[in-house]
Nanobody
Framework: VQLEESGGGSVATGSSLKLSCANS????????VGWFRQFPGKEREIISA????????HTIESLQGRFYISRDNAKNTVYLQMNNLKPADTAVYYC?????????????????????WGQGTQVTVSS
């Protein structure tokens, strides 16, 4: 597995961005995938995750209604749609993969154990 994020950038408040996380080495349908973000000087935090099948997913409560995770296993890609962006969303966003075939729930997301990481993509939201 080798993950590559894309889609970050600098946008104005209220804009949308769609991040992509692709496995450049092929299929990763046996992996759950999570999106994390990291603010300057802070630890990385998980914000959303999706199961290997795409059937179960969870986004942290504070971002529900604005951020949506999805995956297309035929394209070996997981997405994070981010709407109505705010300056507080400015961070580096990372995707990660875990060889886990269980469900993604509000509980299991807390124990996401990333085995592979992407390089990160910067998202900057100006006021």
């Amino acid at each position: 597995v080798q993950l590559e994020e894309s889609g970050g950038g600098s946008v104005a408040t209220g804009s949308s961005l769609k991040l992509s996380c692709a496995n450049s080495r092929g299929a990763f349908d046996g992996y759950a995938v999570g999106w994390f973000r990291q603010f300057p000087g802070k630890e990385r935090e998980i914000i959303s995750a999706i199961s290997y099948s795409g059937i179960t997913l969870h986004t942290i409560e504070s971002l529900q209604g604005r951020f949506y995770i999805s995956r297309d296993n035929a394209k070996n890609t997981v997405y994070l749609q981010m709407n109505n962006l705010k300056p507080a969303d400015t961070a580096v966003y990372y995707c990660a993969a875990e060889a886990y075939k269980g469900p993604i729930t509000p509980t299991t997301i807390k124990f996401f154990n990333a085995a592979y990481w992407g390089q990160g993509t910067q998202v900057t939201v100006s006021s």
